[in-house]
């Protein structure tokens, strides 16, 4: 009876899991499909003729700061932008990949930790453990978060309706046959480890290691403090001086590096020497209609994407940051700062 009890408790505890992750996700994917969007949203920077007849840039911000392509400057402009021309069910594009990738996290910090994270996507929340668990944690996060966030971030971009619950058609229009042949190239995606490895690093390590330095009392969070009885040894200039912290770190590093991440996580691997056409089959099959999924572009695009630019891969994380500066100016990779700063500074505190 007592086994039986445990995995009623068990698959009754499961339900409520899912029921309430699924209401989380319905609030927290259009605003992350929005955000994404917009750091995606390619913008160079128009060209003019000089006197000697080469093609110059005109400077974003400029006397007209021309840009290629839709110049969406916020996210409301982008919000509006999506429903549009995609409607409200366009908002809710990368639904699936996101659940998934909560219920798998959520379910090995319950198993690992003894504890779930806060946030749904685990982007800025740890759960409380010891460095040594929140190491593994970090790694095994890095491990999943690469390919659910390529999937999750191109089925978001897609100019297709892709079928929820289909997962072999969505895959063949989100990965080229290389990918799905060879489902570790992944991983080989130029600078994207590196940039998500740097990132997860800098939360769990950095400003874990800050913490500790500056606010002990907060080795475990303001949930750990209140447990512990230490709130009141909480010093105000440490605490300040914390705050201020992950505000600029998270605003000049990690802001750059989500965008990045975001930006080549979108970016197609193709067989080496293959010509684009032979491993697009897929995606000019739905195009044109062939493969009964919905062409949404038809008229219009939401975004301006560089692989459609004819413009060179980004070849690494240190030649994305500098194609980024020097297509569209360093503003772009601060587009969308102040959600970063506020979840590093939440973070800190968690």
């Not at 970016?267 to 010509?275: F, H, I, K, L, V």
Request: glycine content about 10%; some cysteine; proline content about 5%.
């Amino acid at each position: 009876m007592g086994i039986v009890g445990s995995l009623l408790s068990g698959i009754v505890s499961l339900f409520f899991f899912l029921l309430s992750a699924t209401v989380v996700l319905a609030i927290v994917v259009p605003f992350m499909g929005i955000v994404v969007r917009f750091r995606v949203n390619y913008n160079p920077k128009a060209l003019s003729l000089g006197p000697a007849g080469d093609a110059i840039g005109v400077p974003d911000g400029g006397e007209d700061g021309r840009v290629v392509g839709p110049k969406v400057t916020s996210l409301l402009g982008m919000f509006l932008r999506v429903r549009r021309i995609e409607g409200w069910k366009g908002l809710y594009k990368g639904y699936m990949p996101l659940l998934l990738y909560t219920m798998m996290n959520t379910l090995f910090s319950l198993v690992w930790i003894g504890s779930s994270p806060h946030a749904p996507k685990g982007g800025y929340s740890i759960p409380r453990a010891s460095m040594f668990q929140s190491l593994v944690y970090a790694l095994f996060m890095s491990f999943i978060a690469l390919p659910f966030g390529i999937l999750t971030n191109r089925a978001i971009t897609t100019p297709h309706k892709l079928p929820a619950f289909s997962p072999r058609v969505s895959l063949k229009l989100l990965l080229t046959a290389y990918e799905r042949r060879r489902p570790w190239v992944l991983y080989l995606t130029p600078g994207l480890l590196l940039a998500q490895a740097l990132h997860v690093s800098f939360v769990t390590l950095v400003f874990r290691l800050f913490r500790l330095l500056l606010v002990p009392a907060l080795a475990y969070g303001l949930d750990g403090a209140e447990e512990d009885g230490t709130l009141n040894k909480i010093s105000t200039v440490g605490l300040s001086i914390f705050i201020l912290f992950q505000a600029l770190a998270g605003t000049a590093i990690l802001c750059p590096l989500e965008v990045v991440s975001e930006r080549l996580s979108i970016q197609r691997n193709y067989t080496p020497g293959a010509e684009f056409e032979e491993e697009d089959a897929e995606l000019a099959a739905a195009q044109s209609g062939e493969t009964g999924v919905e062409y949404i572009g038809q008229a219009e695009d939401v975004l301006n994407l560089r692989s459609a630019s004819g413009e060179e891969p980004y070849k690494g994380l240190r030649h994305t940051l500098n194609r980024i500066m020097e297509e569209e100016g360093v503003s772009t990779l601060f587009r969308a700062w102040w959600l970063t700063m506020l979840g590093a500074v939440l973070s800190g505190l968690a």
